[in-house]
């Protein structure tokens, strides 16, 4: 009994009678300092065995002995240059036992990069597939850092089936790194009452005083603002001195938004009052989002499956999102990877007529639903083209798809003349949200819009999804991203798909979002910024950035509405001067103006400042761009609601007519009067008069 005892001991105990004192140390550490309980190797337990045991690729390794460190040995990887992608250059080492699904699992490791720019990413994974069970991405300092990483295992993984390790290849760079180990605390504890160290909130440009910061400034108040002067003169043209001016802002002309579901809205099957309310008011104040984009109802299976709803229910909320002055975006009209599309279309890959007919088809049943047609301001017309290529390579070498890309461009030309006033958009996640400055799917991303050009493709703006992971991407590597594809092709650019990994804590999800919110307004190419979702009971992975379940107020939907509607939001009130002059500087968007000039002569009219602007209110109208001793202008609309022919009379000759919806989109355009309405969606609209003595805003309501 005693023989049988010690072999048992011997195949069962080793982690306990064979580890160094580097283990024995950790293990004993942990569980003093974290309340843990015991725990096995899962891994080898001497730092000698598990440098034996480990491999590399693509760099040099060098070991050496050190002292006054947790651990003794270290090794120093030199990587000559970077890689096509991260892991063209790593290290690591699979398990020495048996590890169950539901094992709670925890990865240790020392790093640091001599010169504080190193960067790397940690992985633990299935050796054979791939799967991540962790994956994280950091920039290193030049101390050492211990990096605990806690996963529950997802399977079951046999002796030398699971490895963890590093991906080198970011850059040409060295790296130090000592004390890997992996202990399983088996199913007796959660990975969630594990230790976690993570370093995740010293991501690139972190710091209060990061010179990034006061240059962003600087280029907010540049580019995200117009000077306003409002000029107040009586009835002979004479300045009037202390007129009473209010300005409040209305909506920003930048997009603001989210990822929405339409059946939750405007009384559809889903219908939530609360959910229909916040994106109207977010903040309690009236202020909501000008743009949203629906995550899963107009993409190509769901709009014929009816996944979250009828494409009647779609439209239906397409309207009265409309009616509200917020703009929709169309995701997406293509997602080119065989399980984002129709079932039909991988039975006949073989054919590429059939899937251009059935394409084109879709959209144009699509784009001419109505309710939908004319009330999409911008398509995503391609979705994740880098990584999904199963119609690409279905068509290459078949007639008229050398490459399988051209049906990409014809599907711009096809959306083009099939709704000719919309954007045209390409969408992808492989740049920001990744943390990619260079590699390969990156600079595919780049040859294939460059393809899309080249051919003639009408695109105008480039989507960067923002799905950041548990290590935010460096600020500085948002901008870098942004300048690249800004310089490279000179399209707008937007920030689409926006939230954060759910094992991100609140409080560095909400400092991270005011960090990468300020970067992307403060940048010239940016337009907007989108999140996918903005409610965890309405988000992919329940997390969304600004609201829990019970729809209490996340610190990042904090951080949100400080920025967006407080710090960047623009209220005035002044008094004309002697000149009969008011000026002030406001950020880009709607207004209401309200002008009193005493004795119940008050004018209050809404106008739209996208640029240094020039008011003049003259009478009872405000005229714009004008200058100098002016006789009112009384332009009359009727009738007004209208629902047919809108007329316009003015006391001098109209030489220009234009009508912008609620969107600010131009919609119509004559030289003259009348005007025909009758088929504008029903709505509010601003008509800009120009005649021979300038320029005049008037609003009118259309009705059905």
């Not at 910061?213 to 004479?238: C, H, P």
Request: hydrophobic content about 40%; proline content about 5%.
């Amino acid at each position: 009994m005693k023989n049988l005892f010690t072999l048992l001991l011997i195949l069962t105990g080793f982690t306990l009678i064979g580890q160094d004192a580097y283990h024995s140390n950790l293990q004993a550490g942990l569980q003093n300092e974290y309340g843990l309980p015991a725990s096995t190797w899962a891994m080898p337990n001497t730092e000698q065995a598990t440098i034996a045991a480990a491999w590399t690729y693509g760099l040099t390794a060098t070991e050496e002995t050190v002292s006054g460190l947790d651990f003794s040995r270290k090794i120093t990887f030199d990587i000559p240059q970077a890689g096509a992608n991260q892991w063209n250059a790593g290290f690591g080492i699979s398990n020495t036992a048996q590890i169950d699904a539901g094992d709670a699992c925890l990865l240790v490791i020392y790093l640091r990069s001599p010169d504080a720019q190193g960067k790397v990413s940690i992985f633990v994974e299935d050796g054979t597939t791939f799967e991540k069970e962790a994956y994280l991405t950091a920039e290193l300092p030049d101390e050492w850092r211990m990096y605990l990483i806690p996963f529950e295992s997802g399977k079951n993984y046999p002796i030398g089936s699971l490895n963890a390790g590093l991906h080198l290849a970011w850059q040409a760079q060295t790296i130090e790194a000592g004390g890997l180990a992996m202990l399983n605390y088996g199913q007796g504890i959660s990975a969630e009452e594990l230790p976690s160290k993570l370093y995740n909130e010293f991501y690139g440009g972190w710091e209060p005083d990061a010179p990034w910061r006061a240059e962003a400034a600087a280029r907010i108040d540049s580019l995200r603002k117009a000077t306003l002067t409002l000029k107040v003169v009586d009835d002979q043209g004479l300045p009037i001195s202390g007129a009473a001016i209010s300005l409040k802002m209305l909506q920003h002309e930048f997009a603001f938004g989210s990822a929405v579901t339409p059946r939750r809205l405007a009384g559809n099957g889903w219908y939530d009052p609360v959910y229909e309310e916040k994106i109207l008011n977010l903040d309690g104040q009236g202020h909501g989002f000008n743009m949203v984009v629906y995550e899963n109802a107009l993409k190509w299976p769901a709009w014929e499956q009816g996944w979250v709803g009828t494409p009647s229910e779609t439209a239906n909320a397409t309207e009265w999102l409309v009616s509200k002055g917020i703009r929709v975006r169309g995701h997406n009209i293509l997602w080119p990877g065989w399980q984002h599309l129709p079932p039909d279309l991988y039975d006949n890959q073989d054919d590429p007529a059939y899937i251009k007919n059935r394409l084109f088809s879709h959209i144009e049943e699509v784009t001419h639903f109505p309710g939908i047609e004319g009330n999409i301001e911008d398509w995503d017309v391609l979705n994740e083209i880098t990584t999904n290529r199963s119609l690409e390579f279905a068509l290459a070498g078949k007639p008229g798809y050398p490459t399988g890309r051209e049906i990409y461009v014809e599907t711009f030309q096809k959306l083009a003349e099939e709704d000719p006033a919309t954007g045209l958009w390409i969408n992808d996640y492989i740049t920001i949200g990744q943390g990619n400055t260079g590699g390969e799917l990156y600079h595919r991303y780049k040859q294939f819009i460059q393809e899309l050009i080249d051919a003639g493709a009408a695109l105008d703006g480039i989507g960067f999804q923002g799905h950041i992971g548990l290590f935010p991407t460096s600020i500085y590597d948002v901008q870098t991203v942004l300048d690249d594809f800004h310089t490279s092709f000179g399209k707008k650019a937007r920030i689409t798909e926006y939230d954060t990994d759910p094992a991100m804590d609140d409080t560095l999800a909400a400092t991270y979002l005011r960090d990468f919110l300020t970067m992307v307004f403060s940048h010239p190419s940016v337009d907007g910024f989108l999140m996918w979702g903005f409610w965890d009971g309405a988000h992919w992975h329940s997390n969304a950035p600004l609201f829990y379940q019970d729809w209490s107020l996340k610190p990042a939907g904090q951080a949100f509405i400080d920025l967006v509607f407080n710090e960047w939001w623009t209220t005035e009130n002044g008094l004309s001067n002697t000149n009969g002059e008011w000026s002030t500087r406001g950020f880009k968007g709607l207004y209401e103006v309200t002008i009193d000039c005493g004795n119940g002569n008050i004018l209050t009219d809404t106008i739209r400042l996208s640029e240094d602007l020039t008011l003049v209110k003259s009478g009872g109208e405000l005229v714009v761009n004008t200058t100098g001793q002016l006789p009112a202008i009384d332009v009359s609309l009727f009738p007004n609601p209208a629902s047919h022919t809108l007329n316009i009379t003015s006391p001098y000759p109209i030489i220009s007519i234009r009508v912008f919806n609620s969107r600010g989109q131009l919609v119509l355009e004559r030289g003259e009067a009348p005007l025909p309405i009758r088929t504008l969606p029903p709505g509010r609209y601003t008509v800009e008069i120009g005649t021979t003595h300038g320029q005049v805003l008037k609003d009118f309501v259309k009705m059905d």
